[in-house]
C-alpha cells in the first residue's frame, strides 16, 4: 500500500472527489474555495484512481485519471518523496517526512491520530538544533517504544523514522 498526495490549483468553488475505477471505491475529497489544495490518501498500487471537480450544485467540470504528469485541469499525483520543512509545532501525517529547525526554539510534532501498522514518519535535524533547542514528539495517545511517553530529540543532526506497529508495542524506532 502506498501514500499519496495530489494537489492542483483551482479558480472557483469546487470539491475535488477522488475515486478508484473499475470499482468506483471512494477515496476521500477536499472543499477549495479557490487557489492550491492538496489531498492526501493510501491506495493499493495497482488501483487507478480518478478525480473529478464539482461545483457546489453537483455538476462535474473535471474529470480524469490522476497520472504522474500535470494534464490541463486535472490535479497531479506525487509519490511521498517531498521533505517539508518544520520550524515550529505540527501535527504529523502519515508519511510525513520532515525537516526539523529548531534554531529559532523549541517546539512539538504531534504523531498522526488513530495509526494503522505500517504508518510511519520520517525526522531529521537538519539545522544540527534540536541538541540545543529540543523538538519533542508528541505521542498522540500512542506508546512509543512501548511506553506512554513523549519522545524528546535532544541530540543534533537526529536522523531516524517511527513506524507503527500496535497499541502494545506503539511507534517503533528505525534507523536507515
Known sequence: MAVYRIAGETLGSTKIRIFTEPDNEYIGYKDVSSGSYEI????NSEQ???AAGEVASGES????????????????IVQPEDWDEKTGAFDASNSDRLLLDSSGGPFTVNLPASPVMGDAVSFVDAAASCGTNNVTVGRNGEKIMGLEENLTIDEDDAAFDLVYYNSTYGWRIRYE
Open 48 to 50: 487507478e484512481v480518478f
Open 61 to 76: 467540470r473535471a474529470y480524469g485519471k490522476v497520472t504522474p504528469t500535470t494534464s490541463s485541469g486535472i490535479p497531479t
Open 40 to 43: 492526501k490518501f493510501r491506495l
